[in-house]
């Protein structure tokens, strides 16, 4: 990982058959479909957020190896405070992560998946936890707007409302205004991105790093690693396409560069650490949106993690992988707050 111009770990492209996951990866896989949730692309949006987790099953699998479940044993040294910031729709909900110490620390914006539909920052506690331990940052993890009571753009705005936020209030969260980053996972990976973009556009200061986990970096769901993924879990294409309907007010979305991530002008963004899954649809997003970075003249690192899912960033407690991961994501946001 010295190289920050090389993708490590390139996954394997000689097989149109999706990979098999790590054992430990299809133990969670297993959980999850035991706890027996309905496809979500068959269900309405509220029924849809109701339905079990990856992370629930994390949580169940850890029950039944007769582990401690409390966010605060998993991740020891990181306090977590919930409260409401200011937001252009009304307030956000939005918990703070804090490393044991008085600071001041860096801070990471950050932002949960659920394909701007689903999911909230408690459901995705795991991976702004453990982002908040290795980084050794205060982590601010936002609940923006959710489709379709608010389609698009309402989540992206939220995230750079929230990214102005943790900027201008830094001080008073053992943070330092002059150290901060943006993160996110799946549909917040997307945000992240966009969010150095919108920031950029705006002439606003840049974050100084970004990271996106496996990330919605374009909207055609015709690539390779759809193709192979289509049926993968717990992310399917057929969930992709129905996120898509729930997210867009019409077609013209689709093109928008804070969607369209690939296409989008991304000359002048901070340097980007993309993490990847094999086994997901969203694979060749992150390929795609690692080359537009480098054509734009943008430092990027990109890690693919053989035999996991999407979704796995969260599950230090149960997959190696992420484990693995988490470690590369806070390593690269302590050298860019070094700098």
């Known amino acids: 990982m010295n190289d920050s111009t ?3 770990a390139a996954p394997r492209s000689d097989s149109a058959a999706p990979a098999k996951p790590d054992s430990d990866m299809q133990a969670v896989l297993d959980e999850l479909a035991a706890l027996g949730g309905k496809p979500i692309e068959t269900l309405a949006p509220a029924e849809a957020r109701k339905q079990p987790t990856p992370a629930d099953a994390a949580k169940s ?13 998993l991740v020891p040294g990181i306090t977590a405070a919930d409260r409401t910031i200011p937001g252009p729709g009304g307030p956000l909900a939005v918990r703070i992560y804090t490393p044991a110490g008085s600071g001041p620390f860096p801070v990471v914006a950050y932002y949960h998946g659920g394909g701007f539909v689903i999911a909230d920052k408690e459901v995705y506690d795991g991976g702004a936890r453990a982002l908040a331990k290795q980084a050794n940052a205060v982590v601010v993890s936002v609940d923006y707007r959710r489709a379709p009571e608010h389609k698009f753009p309402a989540a992206h705005e939220d995230a750079l409302a929230t990214y102005q936020w943790a900027r201008s209030n ?10 901060i980053a943006v993160a996110g996972e799946s549909a917040g990976g997307n945000l992240a991105v966009a969010t150095a973009l919108m920031a950029r556009d705006k002439g606003l200061p840049l974050p100084v790093h970004v990271v996106s986990v496996y990330p919605i970096a374009q909207t055609d769901t015709t690539t390779d690693s759809y193709e192979r993924n289509a049926n993968a879990k717990p992310l399917s294409r057929a969930m992709m396409g129905w996120f898509t309907r729930q997210l867009i ?5 689709l093109n ?3 969607l369209d991530l690939v296409h989008a002008d991304l000359h002048g963004l901070p340097p980007v650490t993309i993490i990847n899954a094999e086994i ?7 390929a795609m949106l690692e080359a537009a970075l480098r054509s734009a003249g ?19 407690a149960v997959v190696q992988d992420a484990r693995d ?15």
């Open 325 to 339: 991961a988490v470690a590369v994501a806070g390593s690269a946001l302590r050298k860019a707050f070094e700098k």
């Open 280 to 286: 997901d649809p969203l694979l060749d997003d992150g």
């Open 249 to 253: 007010r019409s077609a013209e979305d």
């Open 256 to 258: 928008d560069p804070r």
């Open 170 to 179: 830094a001080a008073s969260i053992k943070g330092d205004p002059n150290k």
């Open 6 to 8: 090389q993708t490590t």
């Open 298 to 316: 943008v430092p990027v690192t990109r890690r693919v993690y053989e035999g996991a899912t999407h979704e796995f960033f969260g599950m230090s």
């Open 61 to 73: 699998l850890l029950q039944k190896q007769n582990k401690p479940t409390a966010p605060d044993s």
